[in-house]
Nanobody, 117 residues
């Protein structure tokens, strides 16, 4: 069984910062891509940022220059540093991990990020 434990969400004022963490554990191996997605009320889930095993990254245009994604392969953990937060960043943020050389995908349970104006 695979567990993805997310942490770091919360309520912050516009312009503030939060750091999300997602630690994978259990019967997980050969992790390739790790990433973050978000879903705001009434909207579809969208990609925020992904990072592959070699450190290659892709970020949504809406967060470039404000968010940074990183990973610690020794800890099977991916991070999302979010700076200069805006009210439109309010959403549930989900961690997603591809493992077993891309044959398997797991999602975290989601963590709420609320940015007040």
């Amino acid at each position: 069984q695979v567990q993805l434990e997310e942490s770091g969400g919360g309520l912050v004022q516009a312009g503030g910062s939060l750091r999300l963490s997602c630690a994978a554990s259990g019967s997980i191996f050969s992790i390739s891509e790790m990433g973050w997605y978000r879903q705001a009320p009434g909207k579809q889930r969208e990609l925020v940022a992904i990072i592959d095993s070699d450190g290659g990254m892709n970020l949504a245009d809406s967060v470039k220059g404000r968010f940074t994604i990183s990973r610690d392969n020794a800890k099977n953990t991916v991070y999302l540093q979010m700076n200069s937060l805006k009210p439109e960043d309010t959403a549930v943020y989900y961690c997603k991990v591809h493992w077993y050389n891309g044959r398997a995908t797991s999602w975290g349970q989601g963590t709420q990020v609320t940015v007040s104006s």
